[in-house]
């Protein structure tokens, strides 16, 4: 678990980093370089879950390339869920508890589960942002690597969040 104190939020508690798939950690379809480490290093704080509705068809390979990232670092597999679409990825964060979860996405189906979670970070990547997402974000940043960082450096987090 992720636990922090916010200045104008107080205690946080974040058990749980739901993940879009394509356009947040993945580009075209393929898992970006770096992500994959990133998140093994986060699995061993929160569950780590992806959603996707496999636009292209790659999920299955990039939920492999992650089970051996994840594997070799000793840290939990992350949990893969199918979705058709946003209502899918909103029931979902609610079904974990929205309290103690991180939504990261860029689409306009991650707006609904973005609004549902404690935190939500937008990320605007090659693939761009849809302007619902960007309006249910409780951060905004320029890539997964970033969005991921934060979690992982959560004094970057703690700045921004902050009242």
């Given at each position: ?100 979860v991180v939504a990261v996405g860029n689409g306009a189906n991650d ?53």
């Amino acid at each position: 678990m992720l636990a922090l104190v916010v200045p104008g939020r107080g205690s946080v508690e974040l058990a749980h980093l739901v993940c879009d798939m394509n356009g947040t950690l993945a580009e075209d379809g393929d898992l970006l370089e770096g992500i994959a480490g990133r998140l093994a290093q986060l699995g061993k704080q929160m569950q780590i879950h992806v959603v996707t509705a496999d636009t292209y068809g790659t999920a299955a390979r990039n939920e492999e390339q992650l089970r051996i990232v994840c594997v070799a670092a000793d840290t939990p597999i992350p949990r893969w869920e199918r979705v058709v679409a946003g209502d899918d990825k909103e029931a979902y964060v609610r079904a974990l508890g929205p309290e103690s979860v991180v939504a990261v996405g860029n689409g306009a189906n991650d707006a609904r589960m973005m609004q549902a979670a404690r935190l939500s970070i937008c990320v605007i990547g090659s693939e761009g942002a849809h302007g619902t997402a960007l309006l249910a974000a409780d951060i905004v940043t320029r890539s997964p690597l970033d969005a991921l960082d934060m979690l992982l450096y959560p004094a970057r987090l703690v700045a921004t969040w902050r009242h």
